[in-house]
């Protein structure tokens, strides 16, 4: 049992992914507060700093010696939601079912900007996870 769930940084082509067990449901949020944060945006261009501050917010509350709940990998682990991917090239935040490494059609993707500013943030819940989305209670999403 668990509430997994990944974050992924992409950059230049490469990706980090910062995997949580138990608080994969939060992530969206704890993204948002990243962002938002002093320390977020005044690292937007600097994908290593930004990848240490996002970590950071996911392991608030946390022992960071702990041996687990929570890694950084080069590869997707488990996982029980779309992924969340923070594109610092692009400066903009996406969702992916798949792993696909691709913004679809249908993707749902917010400038830095605009996540940051998001009022509330949650996940959309369907009964086929790679159909999840996010709902952010803005006009468009209603």
């Known amino acids: 049992m668990g509430d997994r769930g990944n974050i992924v940084i992409e950059t230049n082509g490469d990706r980090i992914y910062l995997y949580s067990h138990w608080s994969g449901r939060d992530l969206p949020t704890i993204l948002k507060n990243a962002l938002a944060s002093k320390q977020g945006?005044?690292?937007?261009?600097?994908?290593?700093?930004?990848?240490?501050?996002?970590?950071?917010?996911?392991?608030?509350?946390?022992?960071?010696?702990?041996?687990?709940?929570?890694?950084?990998?080069?590869?997707?682990?488990?996982?029980?939601?779309?992924?969340?991917?923070?594109?610092?090239?692009?400066?903009?935040?996406?969702?992916?079912?798949?792993?696909?490494?691709?913004?679809?059609?249908?993707?749902?993707?917010?400038?830095?900007?605009?996540y940051a500013a998001l009022p509330n943030v949650d996940w959309e819940y369907s009964n086929n996870y790679k159909n999840i989305g996010l709902t952010t209670n803005l006009k468009n999403d209603e």
């Open 41 to 114: 945006r005044g690292r937007w261009n600097d994908e290593s700093y930004l990848t240490k501050i996002i970590f950071g917010f996911m392991l608030e509350g946390n022992d960071p010696k702990d041996e687990i709940g929570f890694g950084i990998s080069t590869t997707l682990g488990d996982g029980e939601y779309a992924l969340l991917v923070v594109n610092v090239d692009l400066k903009k935040v996406y969702l992916e079912s798949d792993g696909s490494h691709e913004i679809g059609q249908n993707t749902q993707s917010w400038s830095f900007e605009e």
